[in-house]
């Protein structure tokens, strides 16, 4: 299965159209947060609306650039994946929204514990007996810490560190995050893939393909990529 892994669009709609070809090879899409070009409201919802139109199969949740009203119109656009659990061709897609408080500039600031209680039913479903979750793609946009993907500069790491420990217990296959522009890149927590695909909103996106081998999915490739390279 092939999945396109875009964030931090920031408005830039006239991206995602570009982008297009790559939505036509892609068997569902995930987009990790930040519809909203930054203070400016009003882009949010053309945005949504857009990323609705270029395909059939969308799991997303919101940024810390979005305002939290937004939740309702990617849920009734029937794209959002946060909160919840949702299944598609025998992968299950799990969210949380907003960034860690920080600036307070942003609308979707949370404190930690918050962000991670989004993936509360996760953890609830684990312990009725699901276990860890070899079929789990978790879609945070903020972070996990002490990863290629939350380092805003040479070894500062500013991502969640209650996240990195959710991902060592419950070993999802992949996590596909945001927010930190500088963190774009590849990297693991134990045999979990973590990718920040960087900016859409400067041309950046990832292609992950996945199969599943004798009853477990693997990741076959993680790849990042530019519109403009």
Not at 17 to 42: C, H, M, N, W
Request: hydrophobic share 35%; aromatic share 8%.
């Amino acid at each position: 299965m092939k999945l396109l892994l875009i964030s931090d669009l920031h408005g830039k709609i006239e991206n995602l159209e570009k982008l297009r070809p790559q939505f036509e090879s892609s068997e569902a899409i995930v987009f990790a947060g930040d519809f909203t070009e930054f203070g400016k409201y009003e882009t949010s919802l053309p945005a949504v609306k857009k990323l609705r139109e270029m395909h059939e199969n969308i799991f997303c949740v919101l940024g810390n650039c979005d305002k939290t009203d937004l939740l309702e119109q990617i849920e009734k656009q029937d794209m959002c994946c946060e909160r919840g659990i949702v299944y598609f061709e025998g992968l299950a897609f799990s969210g949380s929204g907003g960034g860690s408080k920080f600036t307070g500039t942003t609308p979707n600031e949370r404190e930690e514990d918050d962000l991670l209680s989004d993936f509360d039913v996760v953890r609830n479903s684990a312990l009725d007996g699901e276990g860890q979750w070899n079929n789990l793609i978790l879609v945070s946009h903020n972070p996990p810490k002490d990863t290629l993907c939350d380092e805003c500069a040479p070894n500062v790491h500013v991502g969640s560190s209650m996240l990195s420990d959710f991902v060592r217990e419950t070993k999802p296959l992949t996590l596909v995050c945001g927010h930190i522009h500088e963190g774009r890149a590849i990297d693991k927590i134990g045999e979990t893939v973590v990718i920040n695909p960087g900016p859409l909103a400067d041309g950046n996106y990832a292609v992950l393909e996945a199969e599943k081998f004798g009853g477990e999915w693997k990741v076959l490739k993680a790849e990042l990529k530019n519109l403009f390279a």
